[in-house]
């Protein structure tokens, strides 16, 4: 009993509990504090790549499909620097890297496949393409007459045979040697007198033949730069069957088979012309 002072009321206990404390997140440092230990460390990609990973073996209807594909896939070389090699170890790599991007992804990314491609599909892979670039021989021969002049003009004197001879003599050798890629004309002396170079409307309308009439334009790329640098390797190959055209013209007996001509020597060889 309190003597002195008010009288005290008995505490009233709160029926709710206590919360515990919310925690806080901690910034990860951006760098890893000095001593940390090797197990803090994050693996590394190298370590992941390591583990050993199942082969799917292809069913034989997926080899003739990824074969198919290919055939198709492999024409984007026409637009790239790998159309000018020649090695033969370096050809078949290039075969077979594109039969091996043609295979349906439809397992799963970065998923690992036996070894299946044979002989057989590199050569059937290699004439698809050779097929698709016999199309710019074909496009020369057709209009190579016509688009470089190699008539005489009415009223010559001179032979069919050693006017055809000079003009293709004076615009395949002299000068520059690339003097058919250019827009030029012949002075009074006979001599050849460049307006534009790289701009022959031949050689351009060959290019534009090829690849948007012959539905080739997705292997261009997609932003700007990548467009004008594989148009660049169009127009040198479209360059290159002009030559051969010409080529073949300048000969007293016209010799060709159905690719390459029988006396284009001089040109540039594209690894499936080996």
């Not at 309308?205 to 334009?217: A, E, K, L, P, Q």
Request: proline fraction near 7%; glycine fraction near 6%.
């Amino acid at each position: 009993m309190h003597t002195m002072g008010p009288a005290t009321l008995p505490k009233k206990r709160d029926s709710r509990r206590p919360m515990p404390p919310t925690t806080r997140m901690a910034p990860y440092p951006a760098t890893r504090p000095h001593g940390a230990s090797v197990s803090e460390q994050p693996i590394s990609e190298s370590s992941t790549s390591s583990t050993s990973q199942p082969l799917i073996k292809l069913s034989k209807d997926v080899i003739e499909q990824t074969v198919k594909a290919a055939m198709k896939l492999v024409t984007r070389e026409l637009f790239s620097e790998n159309a000018m090699t020649i090695g033969k170890a370096s050809k078949k790599a290039i075969l077979t890297q594109v039969i091996r991007d043609a295979v349906p992804r439809c397992v799963g990314p970065n998923v690992m496949f036996e070894d299946f491609i044979l002989n057989k599909h590199c050569t059937q892979v290699a004439n698809a393409l050779s097929v698709t670039r016999g199309k710019f021989v074909e496009f020369a021969r057709d209009g190579i007459f016509n688009a470089y002049r190699l008539f005489p003009p009415l009223h010559s004197t001179t032979p069919p045979i050693v006017y055809r001879k000079r003009v293709i003599n004076k615009i395949t050798v002299d000068v520059d040697g690339l003097v058919f890629m250019h827009i030029y004309t012949f002075n009074q002396d006979g001599e050849v007198v460049i307006k534009a170079k790289f701009q022959h409307p031949f050689i351009m309308s060959n290019v534009i033949r090829f690849i948007w009439y012959g539905m080739c334009s997705e292997f261009l790329g997609k932003t700007e730069e990548e467009k004008l640098k594989n148009l660049k390797f169009i127009w040198a190959l479209a360059g290159a069957a002009t030559f051969c055209s010409l080529e073949e013209q300048a000969a007293d007996t016209v010799n060709v088979d159905r690719f390459g001509g029988g006396h284009a020597t001089r040109s540039f060889s594209p690894f499936w012309m080996q």
